[in-house]
């Protein structure tokens, strides 16, 4: 990766602006978005591969009365976008009009005045870019190197090595322009990096896991990495089964978002809530939850990966979600929106195009205390402490009841101490009930659940540690 590769906001509005003018359909929406990533993996203690691609992608809008119509392609040739905008243009012709919407309810967006009756769900006019520059931007991973990577690798190795166990892991860096023009006058650019060091350490019994993520690689510290999973994988062994049952629990922050991810993905967009798929549906300004739960959506903290615009263009916003206990609001795009009320503008989660319709918040923030994880153990009379989770689903969406195992670190606390480590257990609760049961919270940490960790979703979090009341525990596994 260099950022002399990139292609930059003046030629990137420049080209899309030429794409625009190609359009014949009444109203368009061009999404432009280049991804550079490099990744070094390692394992049993030496590194494995190092690959690095770019994936550049557009998406298309096109809109012919009230039918609206998205067609993709990754070519940045004028033949092959004009070719793109005229497919998307005649299936919306072909398409049968939206008669779903009721008149006067409008999708209209950007600048009024220019609006006609049609509808769209296109964003708000949003005519400042937003220049490259910290903390969305740091050229420090931009430009970092294998060597580099392989440096943060080292260290990891070599520590493990040294504690007699093996390490496995990826070092990722990567940056990301994002550009969006629309015929309502939208004309927005960002660009964003990404770190994100993990290791996995094997003693041949069990596993000690940790990682970091952030905009700015300078922050990484894989000596810190490196001691928190050896921690745990000495810890990691002798595992014993306990029974299935309700447990007290102390919850780390990894753990935290994978349990968050079920009622974030499934419950705070927009349209999970008109489809009545939400737990929110109906219940707004109503507690849905214990009063010790509050979150927002925030892509504008420096602590949760902050990105300044959203994929319709529109400037990222700001969002209670849940305020003590009480449900507030969901994530809206220009689309949802409107058929909320005719003149209410998105509040700016408008997500990846290719990846999902709903509106989602993708940069959830809850408050944290000063304990540490230790702390929170010390306090726990009886019960686990559990460092994350593993391919967890959600069979139950309007009563967020989920399932899933636990992974790389369980361990029994009896009278604040670990006294053992636990065979993986499985857990399949409503996560509205896990978290009434909160009883102390402790410090945040930048992380992603397990699924976005694996690169299938694009969801940040900046969660403390829990520790929680009543964990339940249906099954057990072998390992």
């Not at 590769?5 to 420049?14: D, F, N, R, T, Y």
């Not at 006609?116 to 430009?143: G, K, N, Q, V, W």
């Not at 408008?350 to 319709?357: G, K, N």
């Not at 399949?428 to 049961?437: F, K, M, N, R």
Request: aromatic share 6%; proline share 5%; with cysteine.
């Amino acid at each position: 990766m260099a950022q002399e590769h990139m292609i930059g906001e003046v030629k990137a509005l420049s080209m899309l602006e030429d794409v625009l003018n190609m359009s014949l359909a009444d109203q368009t929406e061009i999404v432009l978005e280049v991804g550079q990533q490099a990744v070094t993996r390692y394992a049993n203690n030496a590194i494995s591969q190092n690959v690095s691609a770019t994936n550049t992608r557009i998406a298309v809008r096109a809109v012919v009365g009230t039918a609206c119509a998205r067609v993709f392609t990754n070519r940045l040739d004028l033949d092959s976008l004009r070719q793109t905008i005229e497919n998307a243009t005649t299936i919306a012709r072909n398409l049968p009009a939206d008669t779903s919407k009721k008149p006067p309810t409008t999708y209209l967006a950007g600048n009024r005045a220019n609006a006609s009756a049609r509808t769209i769900p296109l964003a708000p006019s949003y005519t400042s870019p937003i220049t490259i520059a910290a903390p969305f931007f740091f050229p420090e991973t931009a430009e970092a190197t294998p060597e580099e990577r392989a440096a943060w690798i080292q260290t990891i190795i070599d520590q493990t090595r040294s504690a007699g166990f093996q390490a496995f892991g990826t070092a990722i860096t990567a940056m990301t322009e994002l550009a969006v023009v629309n015929s309502l006058g939208v004309r927005s650019y960002t660009a964003t990096t990404e770190a994100f060091l993990r290791t996995l350490v094997d003693n041949g019994e069990g596993t000690g896991y940790a990682d970091a993520l952030t905009r700015d690689a300078a922050t990484l510290s894989p000596v810190d990495i490196a001691n928190e999973a050896i921690t745990k994988c000495r810890l990691n062994r002798n595992q014993i089964t306990l029974s299935p049952g309700d447990y007290a629990a102390v919850l780390e922050p990894n753990c935290v978002a994978d349990f968050l991810r079920f009622p974030v993905r499934w419950g705070m967009g927009a349209l999970a809530v008109e489809q009545g798929m939400s737990f929110m549906a109906d219940r707004f300004g109503t507690q849905v939850t214990g009063a010790q739960v509050t979150l927002w959506d925030d892509p504008l903290d420096p602590a949760c990966m902050p990105i300044p615009i959203d994929y319709e263009g529109h400037a990222a916003q700001h969002l209670p979600l849940i305020t003590d206990g009480i449900a507030i609001d969901v994530a809206t795009d220009t689309a949802t929106a409107s058929r909320r009320s005719p003149s209410e503008p998105s509040n700016g989660h408008a997500t990846s195009p290719w990846e999902t319709e709903d509106p989602l918040p993708e940069h959830i923030v809850m408050p944290g205390g000063t304990s540490t994880a230790d702390d929170l153990t010390r306090n726990l009379t009886r019960g686990l402490r559990i460092s994350r989770l593993h391919y967890t689903h959600l069979p139950d969406v309007r009563q967020v009841i989920a399932t899933g195992t636990t992974r790389d670190g369980t361990f029994l606390v009896e009278n604040g101490e670990i006294v053992a480590a636990v065979k993986n257990m499985r857990f399949t609760q409503s996560i509205l009930d896990l978290l009434a049961g909160i009883e102390e919270v402790g410090q945040r940490k930048t992380c992603r659940d397990w699924w976005a960790a694996n690169g299938m979703e694009s969801t940040y979090y900046y969660v403390p540690s829990l520790r929680v009341a009543r964990c339940v525990f249906t099954g057990v596994t072998t390992y």
